[in-house]
């Protein structure tokens, strides 16, 4: 839905305000993981990226945020965020991540973001990729699945091999320190997503369809 996702809902009171809610510096890089908190969307490798990029932009050149609820059906006992949270502190991180849980102001925290991230060790057709690139941003996401129909890499953002926290965090490294980079590939990524994969594209495509 791109009346529903798309950068004009990027107010600059509002993504202040915003900003100052999570602690997030005005000058500060924000990349944003959408997503629920469960092994298929393999965090730890995300995380594991931080101090890497930590170590060429420095301790408050960017902000973390990832969001979305934790779901414990995988596990006998316990959460799979309490480990993610002792790996961002046994990394020392845990100033630089921040886990939101389910929110209902996606949009709006998506206008507030920089750049995507999504690590999935495997995926259909992402929504949440899909609607990151609708808001403009630049989407660094796994190579598996439907991601490469969705992110053309090195246009819209970049493809790297899953479970590999070294090749995301250099990717990170480069769209943190250059933002022609990211606004040239946010707007690219915008055009395809209501080019390609919008409700109006689509309804046309069924309406065609249908007709034929």
Do not use: W
């Amino acid at each position: 839905n791109t009346e529903k996702f798309n950068p004009g809902l990027k107010n600059a009171g509002q993504t202040s305000a915003l900003k100052k809610e999570l602690g997030i510096l005005p000058d500060q890089v924000v990349i944003m993981a959408v997503g629920r908190i469960n092994p298929i969307k393999d965090y730890e490798t995300f995380i594991r990226a931080v101090p890497l990029i930590k170590d060429k932009t420095g301790d408050h050149a960017f902000k973390v945020l990832i969001v979305g609820p934790e779901t414990k059906d995988h596990l006998a006992s316990g959460g799979l965020l309490d480990e993610l949270k002792t790996l961002c502190s046994e990394l020392s991180v845990d100033t630089s991540v921040q886990f939101l849980g389910p929110r209902d102001d996606i949009p709006h925290l998506l206008n507030t973001a920089d750049i995507f991230v999504q690590t999935s060790l495997t995926e259909g057709l992402s929504m949440s990729i899909m609607e990151a690139m609708a808001c403009r941003l630049p989407a660094v996401v796994t190579d598996v699945g439907g991601n490469p129909e969705l992110v053309q890499d090195n246009l819209t953002g970049f493809l790297v091999p899953k479970e590999d926290s070294k090749t995301l965090a250099e990717h990170l490294i480069r769209l943190v320190q250059d933002s022609s980079l990211r606004e040239k590939m946010g707007e690219a990524g915008q055009e395809r997503i209501q080019n390609q994969f919008s409700h109006a594209h689509m309804t046309k495509q069924y309406e065609r369809l249908y007709l034929q």
